[in-house]
């Protein structure tokens, strides 16, 4: 199945979409990766959906990328007597450690980590932030805040600390069970909440072990500040629009996902922009222009992905969302305007052997008008390196290895194809054609650009590109 767009579409599964055949529909309307929140899915229902999703994957013949995302460690109020109180502006609010139910004058918080960090002038925000707070005294396992914003507060509601940076892993118990059992049921990516620093991504990746790719949560600003350092260990950022808007200015946010996806792309790694993108089609078979036009930007900015959550997770419509998604894609990418605002944005390559190759390619494929650029990839970094450079035509993979296929699933422009390693030069030139033109990538008497790597099978060793005909031959596998 030959996508017709660049940007790829993450899916998440819920009670709308929590069948095979549901699956398989949303996967012909052109979802690449489908995404399974670990917030609302267990140990075993993750392993069900796995196995729904590889059967899709099997029928269809094309890697499926899918992408686990933990909840991370939840920040939560104690319990409060009555199960709630109301709060107004300018009123006095205190959180310590005591463990007693709280009440009007003082309610219990159950992380001495906050309270250890938080200073005067910093910011409370409860429920996602439908209660603000601002702290004025700090004392030994107590604090003092006012009321900026008020409203109910209720038993075992968030707590966000947008100015502060909590001495607490991104990695809570819960955490570290559903990683290892996604793990090992096969998962490609894995997506981690509540990064705060670099540190944090390191943890998680010495978990992995490489047996699956490592997707950064960029939704705290503590993250935002040190971006570079988390991107350099990452192996893709996710913009989690949702909580950045709880946690910093909303005004902020769109100039955020910009720099983002813009070092993302810079570094070769992928970025997924996410977060109430088609929000209103939960409910409605058709999305706010607003909603159209906010795909656009992430599609015209080069993003690798755009992701949905509810609209295909619990929504009514959710193989209209992605359905919707997919034709903003195709025609925001059918625009002139598109290819000029992706090559003003391209950076410098790299200098290194394997960006000068991949820039050669891109430079070489748009002059001539290839009809594709073929990359022979066994871990996947070739392909990365030439979707960096957004070539005019298709990028092709092909792989010996179904892991690299389905990880290549969220990267921008990228056409998986798993099969057998190629033996020779000559093998790899003449199997790149046959194949280009079997996917419908190339016809007879067309011209496509080999990328490789010499000696075969070498990890990362991207030396070699080709320039080959498509012949009539070709037609014949």
Same mark, same amino acid.
């Given at each position: 199945?030959?996508?017709?767009?660049?940007?790829?579409?993450?899916?998440?599964?819920?009670?709308?979409?929590?069948?095979?055949?549901?699956?398989?529909?949303?996967?012909?309307?052109?979802? =690449?990766?489908?995404?399974? *929140?670990?917030?609302?899915?267990?140990?075993?229902?993750?392993?069900?959906?796995?196995?729904?999703?590889?059967?899709?994957?099997?029928?269809?013949?094309?890697?499926?990328?899918?992408?686990?995302? /933990?909840?991370?460690?939840?920040?939560?109020?104690?319990?409060?007597?009555?199960?709630?109180?109301? %709060?107004?502006?300018?009123?006095?609010?205190?959180?310590?450690?005591?463990?007693?139910?709280?009440?009007?004058?003082?309610?219990?918080?159950?992380?001495?980590?906050?309270?250890?960090?938080?200073?005067?002038?910093?910011?409370?925000?409860?429920?996602?932030?439908?209660?603000?707070?601002?702290?004025?005294?700090?004392?030994?396992?107590?604090?003092?805040?006012?009321?900026?914003?008020?409203?109910?507060? +209720? =038993?075992?509601?968030?707590?966000?600390?947008?100015?502060?940076?909590?001495?607490?892993?991104?990695?809570?118990?819960?955490?570290?069970?559903?990683?290892?059992?996604? &793990?090992?049921?096969? %998962?490609?990516?894995?997506? #981690?909440?509540?990064?705060?620093?670099?540190?944090? %991504?390191?943890?998680?990746?010495? #978990?992995?072990?490489?047996?699956?790719?490592?997707?950064?949560?960029?939704?705290?600003?503590?993250?935002?500040?040190?971006?570079?350092?988390?991107?350099?260990?990452? =192996?893709? /950022?996710?913009?989690?629009?949702?909580?950045?808007?709880?946690?910093?200015? &909303?005004?902020?946010?769109?100039?955020?996902?910009?720099?983002?996806?813009?070092?993302?792309?810079?570094?070769?790694?992928?970025?997924?922009?996410?977060?109430?993108?088609?929000?209103?089609?939960?409910? +409605?078979?058709?999305?706010?222009?607003?909603?159209?036009?906010?795909?656009?930007?992430?599609?015209?900015?080069?993003?690798?992905?755009?992701?949905?959550?509810?609209?295909?997770?619990?929504?009514?419509?959710?193989?209209?969302?992605?359905?919707?998604? *997919?034709?903003?894609?195709?025609? !925001?990418?059918?625009?002139?305007?598109?290819?000029? !605002?992706?090559?003003?944005?391209?950076?410098?390559?790299?200098?290194?052997?394997?960006?000068? !190759?991949?820039?050669?390619?891109?430079?070489?494929?748009?002059? #001539?008008? #290839?009809?594709?650029?073929?990359?022979?990839?066994?871990?996947?970094?070739?392909?990365?390196?030439?979707?960096?450079?957004?070539?005019?035509?298709?990028?092709?993979? /092909?792989?010996?290895?179904?892991?690299?296929?389905?990880?290549?699933?969220?990267?921008?422009?990228?056409?998986?194809? %798993?099969?057998?390693?190629?033996?020779?030069?000559?093998?790899?030139?003449?199997?790149?054609?046959?194949?280009?033109?079997?996917?419908?990538?190339?016809?007879?008497?067309?011209?496509?650009?080999?990328?490789?790597?010499?000696?075969?099978?070498?990890?990362?060793?991207? *030396?070699?590109?080709?320039?080959?005909?498509?012949?009539?031959?070709?037609?014949?596998?």
């Amino acid at each position: 199945m030959r996508r017709l767009r660049r940007a790829k579409i993450v899916a998440t599964l819920g009670p709308a979409s929590s069948n095979a055949e549901m699956i398989g529909k949303l996967f012909a309307a052109g979802a =690449d990766v489908f995404r399974i *929140n670990m917030s609302h899915t267990s140990q075993d229902r993750m392993r069900e959906l796995i196995a729904m999703i590889r059967g899709v994957e099997k029928e269809t013949d094309r890697p499926i990328g899918i992408l686990c995302d /933990l909840q991370g460690p939840k920040l939560r109020l104690g319990t409060i007597k009555d199960g709630s109180i109301t %709060v107004k502006t300018g009123d006095i609010v205190v959180l310590d450690s005591n463990p007693e139910i709280g009440g009007t004058d003082r309610i219990y918080l159950p992380h001495p980590e906050i309270l250890a960090a938080v200073q005067p002038g910093h910011t409370l925000l409860i429920d996602d932030g439908k209660v603000r707070l601002t702290v004025t005294e700090v004392a030994p396992s107590r604090v003092t805040t006012q009321v900026v914003v008020g409203g109910k507060l +209720s =038993d075992r509601k968030g707590v966000s600390v947008p100015d502060s940076t909590i001495p607490v892993s991104a990695l809570a118990a819960k955490d570290i069970s559903d990683l290892e059992a996604a &793990l090992e049921a096969g %998962v490609d990516w894995v997506a #981690l909440s509540f990064v705060q620093r670099p540190e944090d %991504v390191a943890e998680a990746k010495k #978990l992995t072990r490489g047996r699956a790719l490592l997707m950064a949560k960029i939704e705290k600003p503590q993250a935002v500040t040190r971006l570079a350092e988390i991107l350099e260990i990452a =192996d893709a /950022l996710m913009v989690a629009r949702g909580d950045l808007g709880v946690e910093m200015p &909303l005004e902020k946010v769109p100039g955020v996902q910009k720099l983002m996806t813009r070092m993302a792309r810079a570094a070769g790694k992928p970025v997924v922009v996410a977060t109430q993108m088609l929000e209103s089609m939960i409910s +409605s078979p058709v999305p706010t222009r607003a909603e159209v036009s906010d795909v656009a930007t992430a599609i015209f900015e080069g993003a690798d992905a755009v992701m949905l959550s509810a609209e295909s997770a619990a929504g009514q419509f959710p193989i209209e969302a992605v359905g919707t998604m *997919n034709r903003i894609a195709e025609e !925001i990418e059918s625009e002139n305007l598109f290819r000029s !605002i992706i090559d003003a944005q391209r950076s410098k390559p790299e200098p290194t052997g394997a960006d000068a !190759i991949a820039d050669a390619a891109r430079h070489i494929a748009d002059t #001539l008008d #290839l009809a594709a650029v073929i990359c022979w990839t066994s871990s996947g970094s070739t392909a990365l390196r030439v979707a960096r450079e957004r070539p005019r035509p298709p990028v092709v993979a /092909l792989s010996p290895n179904m892991a690299t296929g389905r990880r290549l699933s969220v990267a921008w422009g990228v056409h998986c194809v %798993v099969t057998e390693d190629a033996h020779d030069q000559d093998d790899m030139v003449d199997r790149a054609c046959r194949i280009a033109f079997k996917e419908g990538f190339a016809k007879s008497g067309q011209r496509v650009i080999v990328v490789a790597g010499v000696p075969l099978g070498t990890p990362g060793a991207t *030396n070699m590109l080709r320039i080959a005909y498509v012949g009539a031959g070709d037609a014949g596998d």
